[in-house]
């Protein structure tokens, strides 16, 4: 995973493309009706980090080059897209190419802005959009059952993989997503080997009015969080229409501008990191004249893999890391100062690289 993508989904009118726009500061029409997104934009957004920043100074780096998100504004889904209903099919192959699902739920009154089944009620939301998906994997694993069936008959290794979609299958019978769906490992690995939408994780923006800052909490915000508790995703809650003025600002003006609504950090910031702990994510960087970059890996991580994100080549001659941790860079000045103090250690390419390790590659 070389970058982090995310499909925002959501009913038409729940503040979507707003959302978008301020991730993005893309200016896609966000007008009040459904269907005014149909092929999904995509913006790349960097991940900020203060880290880059000072070992870059220490470094005297050219340029920084941050870790960075996709987001895919997915087309405004309605009731029936499993059938093709809308922009049904093209919504749900759009869904399949992202690692998560964004899903934006309105937690706001205004009677201004329609609601597409004339009232506020979120978890009315998610289940519509839970229901499509769940609809359209339940077409994923019929289909796949009777292939596998015939060829089980012969090859009987492929009995538990059978077992484990007959169990997918019932699970979702009952209205349920996969991934409240309790797997053994071995099951784990089966359900990796299919693209079934409703075992993707899942971050809900609860989008909320400039009424409810800074806490950001009411009782609809409260009835999402119990509803995603139960199967393990996240909740960030988000105001929009804040967003979108923030985005609008230089850095440091968007810093005042928060602070003036006593908020510390923006939403994007905090859907970021809400994203990169959901899927498991951290970033170990690499520091020198040229660049101080971040690169993305899954947690668990070993030196040689790591390697190979910046080249195949180095994972392939991998010979040792040098590993000094960001805290050491700084307390003792750089990688000069870590070493004499004796803070650099060389590892293995079994070691797991951890978040923030500034690391120097050996390689044949």
Known sequence: ????????????????????????RKQIPSENYPFCTIDPNVGIVNVYDERLHVLSDQSKSQKIIYASVTFVDIAGLVKGASQGEGLGNQFLTHIRDTDAIVQVVRCFINDDV????????PLDDIEVINLELILSDLQTVEN????????????????????????ALEHLNQNLPLRRLPLTPEEEGFAALYPFLTKKKVLYICNVSEDDLPSMENPLVARVREYAAAEGSRVVPICARIEEEISQLDAKDALEFL?????????????????????????YITTGDIET????????????????????DIEKGFIRAEVISYEDMI???????????????FEGKDY???????????HH
């Not at 329609?114 to 009620?121: E, N, R």
């Not at 971040?294 to 991580?301: L, N, P, R, V």
Request: aromatic letters at 6%; a positive charge.
């Open 259 to 283: 602070s003036s609504l006593g908020l510390k950090e923006s939403g994007l910031d905090r859907l970021i990191k809400e994203a990169f702990s959901l899927l498991g994510l951290i970033t």
């Open 331 to 345: 307390k003792y000045k750089g990688r000069v100062g870590a070493r004499e103090a004796g803070k650099a250690r």
């Open 144 to 167: 796949v059952i009777s292939r596998v069936e015939k060829q089980a008959k012969s090859k009987k290794e492929l009995l538990p993989v059978l077992a484990f979609l007959k169990k």
């Open 293 to 312: 970059r971040a690169w993305t890996i899954q947690k668990g991580t070993t030196a040689s893999v790591a390697a190979g994100k910046i080249h195949s």
């Open 352 to 362: 797991i690289v951890q978040d923030g390790d500034v690391i120097l590659f050996f």
């Open 1 to 24: 995973m070389s970058n982090l993508s995310c499909g925002i989904v959501g009913l038409p009118n729940v503040g979507k493309s707003t959302l978008f726009n301020a991730l993005t």
């Open 114 to 121: 329609i609601h597409v089944s004339g009232k506020v009620d």
